[in-house]
Nanobody
Framework: QVQLVESGGGLVQAGGSLRLSCTASGSIFNINVMAWYRQAPGKQRELVASIRSGGNTVYADSVKGRFTISRDNAKNTVLLQMNSLKFEDTAVYYC??????WGKGTQVTVSS
C-alpha cells in the first residue's frame, strides 16, 4: 500500500501563488510517475501535471507557463508551484501515483 498526503491548498486572490506538496509513504519502491490532478465542481477530474523520476514533465495546456511540477525522489515528494492563479483554477487538487494511489485532495480556491 502507498499513502499520499497532500498539503498547501488554501484561498488566494487571482494573480497570487500557492505551492502544493505531496509525500508518499508505505510500500514504495522506485516510484516512476507522480502527478497532480484536479476536479472542479460539476466537472471531471483532469490531469494538471505529471513528472517522471528522470524529470520529464507533462502539463495541461491550461496551466503551461504558470504551474511548475518538481519532485524530490529521495523524499518521495512531489511539488506543484502555482503562479498567476486564475478563478478557473479553483478545484480540489489530488496527488496521484499510477496505477491506483490517490491522495485525499486539497482545496484550492481562487477569488476573482
Amino acid at each position: 500500500q502507498v499513502q499520499l498526503v497532500e498539503s498547501g491548498g488554501g484561498l488566494v486572490q487571482a494573480g497570487g501563488s500557492l505551492r502544493l506538496s505531496c509525500t508518499a509513504s508505505g510500500s514504495i519502491f522506485n516510484i516512476n510517475v507522480m502527478a497532480w490532478y484536479r476536479q472542479a465542481p460539476g466537472k471531471q477530474r483532469e490531469l494538471v501535471a505529471s513528472i517522471r523520476s528522470g524529470g520529464n514533465t507533462v502539463y495541461a495546456d491550461s496551466v503551461k507557463g504558470r504551474f511548475t511540477i518538481s519532485r524530490d525522489n529521495a523524499k518521495n515528494t512531489v511539488l506543484l508551484q502555482m503562479n498567476s492563479l486564475k478563478f478557473e483554477d479553483t478545484a480540489v487538487y489530488y496527488c496521484y501515483v499510477p496505477l491506483a494511489y490517490w491522495g485525499k485532495g486539497t482545496q484550492v480556491t481562487v477569488s476573482s
